[in-house]
């Protein structure tokens, strides 16, 4: 196809495309919606001793490659689901999108890079500390995001994230799936591409047409995780780079004597008009770790106050509720 071509299929399907772009942020709101969590602004993420450090020092935090998060059923999971509803449709082109997806399932991200945040909506969660705090020697940071928001920027690349509750619940998984294809299949119906004309569609047009059917679940398919991860009450920062920004905001860092790809993310407080980045980050609390002492509350408020946390806003230490005792070191 020439790029002439291409500028001319892509301009007919502007109108689709932008319907397209509104659904897909509509599907983000339907998600917080039929969520059972609470829609909340005080939001908490267990990490390291040095992952504390890093965060205050640097004023930042790092959303990392969607590939390299817990789940290794990551995406999956949302995929068997919309495999499932679509396949069953009348519509061919759905049935084709469904095939797409399965067929292609490993590389669905060869244009858009996910890259996430995790965070929990519950304050000292057991499950918590034991898988992201190295059971009792991590901290749990609450974040006030009532005026903020996070992003990630590099020169003049800049991406908004996308704040949306994890969903564990098969059927509220499925409500979502059918609520999108339901509002697939009107748009299908508006731009004519029915059952009798879609064979007729040249093979670029039929695949953008799917590609851009497809975009509409990048989200959900996101926030969908297997229902053994529930206790987690996990709420997702989802950063969406194409193939430009990736080289432009990627880095990477060791785990495990694995290279792990991160971006940078800050954040931006919003005024009426405008979003600036924040001079001090919007933390409201720290909780110590369960069968911390006398020392490391010390230590951490001696680390705040050199941080500019403790003179102007004034952060919180809080202890933790739990007993879960410090098997390296009883009297810790």
């Known amino acids: 196809m020439s790029y002439d071509k291409f500028l001319s299929s892509f301009d007919s399907m502007s109108p689709m495309m932008g319907e397209l772009l509104t659904l897909s942020n509509f599907v983000q709101s339907k998600i917080i919606e039929i969520s059972p969590e609470e829609k909340t602004t005080k939001l908490y993420h267990y990490t390291s001793a040095q ?25 999956k999971d949302g995929l068997d689901v919309v495999y499932k ?38 304050h000292d969660l057991l499950s918590q500390w034991r898988a992201y705090s190295n059971q009792s020697e991590g901290y749990c940071i609450e974040f006030d995001l009532s005026d903020s928001r996070l992003s990630t920027y590099q020169n ?47 093979p670029e047009n039929k695949g953008m047409i799917i590609g851009l059917l497809q975009n509409v679940f990048q989200i959900p398919l996101l926030t969908f995780k297997d229902e053994g991860f529930s206790e987690e009450k996990e709420w997702r920062a989802i950063f969406l780079a194409n193939s430009v920004q990736n080289e432009k905001l990627r880095k990477f860092r060791t785990t495990g004597g694995t290279f792990v790809p991160y971006v940078e993310s800050i954040f931006l407080q919003n005024d ?61």
């Open 156 to 202: 003049s690349t800049v991406i908004i994230c996308n704040f949306l509750p994890v969903i564990y619940d098969g059927k509220l998984k499925l409500k979502i799936v059918n609520f999108i294809i339901d509002e697939l299949s009107k748009t299908i119906k508006k731009y004519n591409i029915d059952n009798d004309n879609i064979s007729e569609l040249n």
């Open 85 to 122: 509803a679509l396949i069953d449709r009348e519509e061919v082109v759905l049935q084709e999108l469904a095939i797409y997806l399965k067929e292609h399932s490993e590389n669905l991200t060869e244009f858009l890079t996910p890259y996430i945040i995790s965070f929990c909506s519950k």
């Open 272 to 332: 009426e008009e405008n979003l600036f980045q924040r001079k001090t980050l919007p933390i409201r609390s720290v909780c110590l770790p369960p069968a911390a002492g006398n020392t490391t509350r010390k230590g951490l408020e001696l680390f705040l106050h050199h941080n500019g946390f403790q003179a102007k806003n004034k952060v919180s230490v809080l202890n933790s509720a739990i007993p879960l005792r410090n098997q390296k070191n009883i009297n810790w």
């Open 51 to 75: 992952g504390l450090e890093g965060i205050v020092s640097n004023a930042n935090l790092w959303a990392t490659d969607y590939r390299f998060l817990n789940d290794s059923r990551e995406m």
